[in-house]
T-cell receptor, first 113, second 112 residues
Framework: NAGVTQTPKFQVLKTGQSMTLQCAQD?????MSWYRQDPGMGLRLIHY???????DQGEVPNGYNVSRSTTEDFPLRLLSAAPSQTSVYFC????????????FGPGTRLTVT | GESVGLHLPTLSVQEGDNSIINCAYS??????FIWYKQESGKGPQFIID?????DKRQGQRVTVLLNKTVKHLSLQIAATQPGDSAVYFC???????????FGRGTQLTVWP
């Protein structure tokens, strides 16, 4: 198993541009989520999904969209990038939403200028 | 609110000593807790978890203790090694299914 994969590893955007961060898992996990990590901070939940076709907002959802059309993929879309979205983004998955460890991808480092 | 915090942002120990990393949580309804290790430039890696119906759980060289009375969680690492140097996060499921709340992390540095 490849586990949780994320692309790209690094990305630089100009303010106002849009892009999609890709996340995929091959473990047949029901639950997937996106976090952002800022310097000196823990991870903050952006959006999550408890199964295909179901998504919900986390702590910091503004400026981001998600969809879950398949079990394997959970892309994160930045609609109009802002410098405040400069961060490291992690995708995670777990067997189910409740009481199961989450497996994290390697992260995408995004810089918005 | 639902928040998880760590007592100390940094901890330095000598190789071979035991390390104790502490965490406090605020939501008394939380029923699942996880410790993660994050090495520089990598995603968090699962270390150990504990459910609220337990007080203690042991893994390989690691022990997690849960004190629900004071809402405190700790991670003990026995015989700390240089490879244990990383940032350690506690996380709490809270009362909303599908949400994990992370603390700010403790940077553990192991000196030879």
């Amino acid at each position: 198993n490849a586990g949780v994969t994320q692309t790209p590893k690094f990305q630089v955007l100009k303010t106002g541009q849009s892009m999609t961060l890709q996340c995929a898992q091959d473990m047949n996990h029901e639950y997937m989520s996106w976090y952002r990590q800022d310097p000196g901070m823990g991870l903050r939940l952006i959006h999550y999904s408890v199964g295909a076709g179901i998504t919900d907002q986390g702590e910091v959802p503004n400026g981001y969209n998600v969809s879950r059309s398949t079990t394997e993929d959970f892309p994160l879309r930045l609609l109009s990038a802002a410098p405040s979205q400069t961060s490291v983004y992690f995708c995670a998955s777990s067997y189910r939403a409740e009481n199961y460890e989450q497996y994290f991808g390697p992260g995408t480092r995004l810089t918005v200028t | 609110g639902e928040s998880v915090g760590l007592h100390l942002p940094t901890l330095s120990v000598q190789e071979g000593d035991n390390s104790i990393i502490n965490c406090a949580y605020s939501n008394s309804a939380s029923d699942y807790f996880i410790w993660y290790k994050q090495e520089s430039g990598k995603g968090p890696q699962f270390i150990i978890d504990i459910r609220s119906n337990m007080d203690k759980r042991q893994g390989q060289r690691v022990t997690v203790l849960l004190n629900k009375t004071v809402k405190h969680l700790s991670l003990q690492i026995a015989a700390t090694q240089p490879g244990d140097s990383a940032v350690y996060f506690c996380a709490d499921q809270g009362s909303t299914l599908g949400r994990l709340y992370f603390g700010r992390g403790t940077q553990l540095t192991v000196w030879p």
